[in-house]
């Protein structure tokens, strides 16, 4: 089956740094792979569709100049959060779809901003 | 825009069926789909509708009727381990990614 995988599983950064997330498919090729942002008890909130060899669509209210996503090759998509602060803290989980297998999440990547 | 209502909870003591119901409001809909989420998990898969009626799978099942723009999911025969957060999702008006509801927090005691 589809596999995607997240690193790193969780990660703690000085507020001021960047960090940067890989989301690959193991076993297929995603030309477009989702990213994702949850809050403790809350939804997941949409916040790029990324696109290999284009650049990532970013939903209404997040900043694509803190939140680089680059999708180089078909297989990797990475998500940079630039000047990291508390508020950024977060669990962020990427989701690439497979065909008409739907969608496969990773692991996720629960992130500190200390 | 795509926006889901779900109840914010639900408690069952084992054994119990539950059932988790989905309101939804979309522009464009490709289908109702269910995910499970333990705590600091990725969601997996449950099960998909894109037809009205019915979809067993083991002792999962899901119901939609777009006529109601509603669905719900069906847990029997409830085990511990069925303690986690339940999302309903559709695509967004691109149909290419899957939008959650807020979720149902189900908590199963003995």
């Known amino acids: 089956g589809a596999v995607v995988s997240q690193h790193p599983s969780w990660v703690i950064c000085k507020s001021g740094t960047s960090v940067k997330i890989e989301c690959r498919s193991l076993d297929f090729q995603a030309t477009t792979m989702f990213w994702y942002r949850q809050f403790p008890k809350q939804s997941l909130m949409l916040m790029a569709t990324s696109n290999e060899g284009s650049k990532a669509t970013y939903e209404q209210g997040v900043e694509k100049d803190k939140f680089l996503i680059n999708h180089a090759s078909l297989t990797l998509s990475t998500l940079t959060v630039t000047s990291a602060h508390p508020e950024d803290s977060s669990f962020y989980i990427c989701s690439a779809q497979q065909g008409n297998y739907g969608y496969t999440f990773g692991s996720g990547t629960r992130l500190t901003v200390v | 825009g795509q926006s889901l209502e779900q109840p914010s909870e639900v408690t069952a003591v084992e054994g119990a069926i539950v059932q988790i119901n989905c309101t939804y409001q979309?522009?464009?809909?490709?289908?109702l789909s269910w995910y499970q989420q333990h705590d600091g998990g990725a969601p997996t898969f449950l099960s998909y509708n894109a037809l009205d009626g019915l979809e067993e799978t083991g002792r999962f099942s899901s119901f939609l009727s777009r006529s109601d723009s509603y669905g719900y999911l069906l847990l029997q025969e409830l085990q511990m381990k069925d303690s986690a957060s339940y999302f309903c999702?559709?695509?967004?008006?691109?149909?290419?990614?899957?939008?959650f509801g807020k979720g149902t927090t189900l908590s199963v005691s003995s």
């Open positions: 979309t522009s464009g809909f490709y289908g």
């Open positions: 999702a559709v695509t967004n008006q691109a149909g290419t990614a899957l939008i």
